[in-house]
């Protein structure tokens, strides 16, 4: 769909760009000439990562450690980045989220979403942000939400909450900060299958309901990853230079038409909730052991 060179000379971060929707996004900025950093918790995951997304897209891919929960890790990271040269654009796509009753929650599994969510989509913004303004570049943030931002949806109330926050400060910046030229747009997909964020919001056949499934989508399939690449290197481009403050979905007309949210797990037991919190917290658990960060 676009020039191989269309990013050329584009340097972008990509947070959470280890696995899932973020490694996928990488490799297409990387495979249209981009420098793509990207950066998480785990360093084998990230590493193993970097190697795919260069093997894959023949481009540039370099992987740091950093927990954008922590703002002086934020700091760390960019620091070290700027160092060799400043960054054109950031993905704000860590992102963390899991099925369960509100009325269960703890608090810190609460701040388990909230914090990576809405405060490192902060962090990551307002570190490239103030570095962009202080020098006179022009930058370009994208981040990585959902259609719940305009919905909301039951069952995944922390995150509904963090991405609406997320939805409400692209618009805002995009007004504070286009007159220094840098824009601030994100995307909404609806399903797009990955293992890490599948294992939390499909974890039983009971479960499959509403945004995890294609029954309803207008289009009746799943997102291919190279759709989402294209509204990713399109919004990193220059060629969309007159676009901000837009949250663009990218669902096949999942929200308009059906109920793109988990609303249809209202029918499940308390024995249901109990088998899908035990398979929840065995991925949970994998991934902790693979953490160095």
Same mark, same amino acid.
């Given at each position: ?60 891919? +370099? ?56 405060? !490192?989509?902060?962090?990551?913004? /307002? ?103 294209? /509204? ?31 609303? !249809?797990?209202?029918?499940? +037991? ?24």
């Amino acid at each position: 769909m676009f020039d191989a060179a269309v990013l050329k000379g584009k340097r972008i971060l990509v947070t959470g760009g280890g696995t899932g929707l973020g490694k996928e996004m990488s490799v297409g900025f990387a495979s249209h000439g981009a420098h793509v950093y990207i950066c998480g918790r785990r360093k084998d995951i990230l590493d193993q990562a970097a190697q795919e997304i260069r093997a894959r897209s023949g481009g540039e891919a +370099s992987a740091l450690l950093a927990n954008v929960r922590d703002p002086d890790s934020i700091e760390t990271l960019l620091a070290s980045i700027w160092a060799e040269g400043p960054l054109t654009g950031l993905v704000n796509n860590a992102a963390a989220n899991f099925l369960a009753p509100t009325e269960s929650l703890s608090p810190r599994g609460y701040e388990s979403v909230r914090s990576t969510v809405m405060d !490192g989509s902060f962090y990551a913004s /307002l570190g490239c942000g103030k570095r962009w303004i202080a020098a006179g570049l022009p930058g370009v943030i994208i981040s990585n939400l959902v259609t719940w931002v305009w919905t909301g949806s039951a069952y995944v109330v922390p995150s509904a909450m963090a991405k609406a926050a997320v939805h409400a400060m692209t618009m805002s910046l995009a007004v504070e900060w286009g007159p220094k030229g840098i824009r601030v747009n994100a995307i909404a997909p609806g399903p797009f299958p990955t293992e890490g964020a599948w294992d939390k919001l499909n974890p039983l056949a009971e479960t499959g309901v509403g945004a995890t499934q294609t029954d309803e989508v207008p289009l009746r399939r799943f997102g291919k990853m190279d759709e989402l690449r294209n /509204l990713l290197i399109f919004l990193m481009s220059d060629g969309s230079s007159y676009i901000t403050g837009d949250t663009i979905s990218i669902d096949g007309g999942h929200h308009l038409a059906a109920p793109s949210t988990f609303a !249809g797990l209202s029918k499940l +037991s308390s024995a249901d909730w109990q088998r899908a919190r035990e398979a929840i917290q065995a991925s949970v658990q994998k991934e902790k052991q693979a953490r160095s960060i």
